[in-house]
């Protein structure tokens, strides 16, 4: 549900959605609370309401501060692990210059593909949420071919062999990670304490009486306002591939790997 929201509404529609809706909804339901127990506006009970309400309200936010904290966390993470890999290939593409043509032109190639590969076919994928090793491995495959069977014939050779070799192992291991934080998503349970803690704690707003309707519809809504905003936060950040504040590919169209992309 969470990357079929993200990939078909923008950030925009989906705070209007989230933000809007929880306040709309807290609003009617202490609306209906107060005219079902017309007593809740005496207030006679706001001491004990406000200890609870503080109390869940501590509880709460701990919770929501350490679920955002960790997805901004991966989002940082899954940028770094892209920039990474794409810094990697780039890298390769500059130690090929140190081998003979047909050498380099096989290895071009190769990353060429790959880059290729990822952008317009892998990225979807993670998008979607069912990334494949499919469309990279053919070409990394490839990449690992022509190096196994290169010998370099000079000292100069071997060391720019031996780097093209360790950053392509790099590249594997990058994209597996990446591969894996397409896949991740925020815990069931703690799915269910950040918005599962939303419907006991807004509710427990409707207790806290005031005598006059705006008063107290301007506190339920300014406390349902801020925890909508909080819940828009974990549904953005849960999926760093999908939506409009997702990881982009541009890495892998920049720099040194701008050219494989040149017509």
């Not at 990474?84 to 060429?112: K, M, N, Q």
């Not at 905003?229 to 953005?236: D, Q, Y």
């Amino acid at each position: 549900m969470s990357l079929w929201l993200l990939n078909y509404f923008s950030t925009f529609t989906l705070a209007l959605m989230t933000v809007g809706g929880t306040v709309a909804l807290a609003a009617a339901g202490s609306v209906l609370a107060r005219r079902k127990y017309p007593s809740l506006a005496e207030g006679e009970h706001n001491d004990m309401v406000g200890v609870t309400l503080g109390m869940f309200g501590a509880i709460y936010g701990i919770i929501l501060a350490f679920v955002i904290v960790t997805l901004w966390t991966q989002l940082d993470s899954t940028q770094t692990i892209v920039a990474t890999e794409a810094t990697d290939i780039a890298l390769i593409a500059r130690d090929a210059g140190a081998f003979p043509p047909p050498v380099r032109a096989d290895l071009d190639a190769a990353l060429s593909g790959y880059v290729h590969a990822v952008v317009e076919d892998q990225w979807p994928r993670m998008r979607a949420g069912q990334p494949t090793y499919g469309a990279t491995e053919r070409h990394l495959q490839t990449a690992f071919g022509v190096l196994q069977a290169y010998e370099p014939k000079t000292v100069r050779e071997e060391v720019f062999y031996e780097e093209a070799v360790a950053r392509l192992n790099d590249v594997a291991g990058q994209r597996r990670s990446r591969l894996t934080m397409a896949e991740q998503e925020l815990p069931p349970l703690l799915q269910v304490l950040a918005f599962g803690g939303a419907l006991v704690l807004i509710p427990l707003t409707f207790l806290y009486g005031m005598r006059r309707l705006r008063i107290q519809l301007l506190f339920v809504a300014s406390v349902a306002a801020l925890i909508g905003f909080s819940l828009l936060l974990v549904l953005v950040l849960d999926r760093p591939f999908a939506g409009e504040l997702s990881v982009s590919p541009a890495p892998y169209q920049e720099g040194a790997l701008a050219r494989y992309w040149s017509p």
